[in-house]
């Protein structure tokens, strides 16, 4: 198995109203990778965007079984870390 590199442990950002709220106080939140830790996920902030991170706060979506016109389906579980920046600093989320 490869070694992650911190491209790897930030999948995506997640844009949602929720989201969009906490990046006036700072705040941001990313799908990370299943297998990643907190200092993990801090590291490669600091290095993708150039910013100063004074927390983390991760949390671990479950997977569910969801049923749509009959059909028996799984809508996949993800992991996702919300990141405190210092000093509110902005992250550039291109485009978005």
């Known amino acids: 198995m490869r070694k992650l590199t911190e491209y790897d442990y930030i999948i ?16 941001y939140v990313f799908e990370v990778h299943q297998n990643s830790n907190k200092m993990q996920i801090k590291k490669a902030i600091e290095s993708l965007f150039n910013v100063k991170v004074s927390s983390v ?19 996949p ?12 600093k902005r992250i550039e989320l291109g485009g978005v």
């Open 12 to 27: 995506r950002p997640v844009i949602t109203e929720k989201s969009q709220g906490f990046q006036e106080l700072g705040k």
């Open 57 to 75: 706060n991760m949390l671990k979506k479950p997977s569910k079984n969801k049923v749509f016109k009959g059909q028996k389906g799984r809508r």
């Open 77 to 88: 579980g993800f992991k996702k870390a919300i990141v405190s920046t210092v000093d509110k």
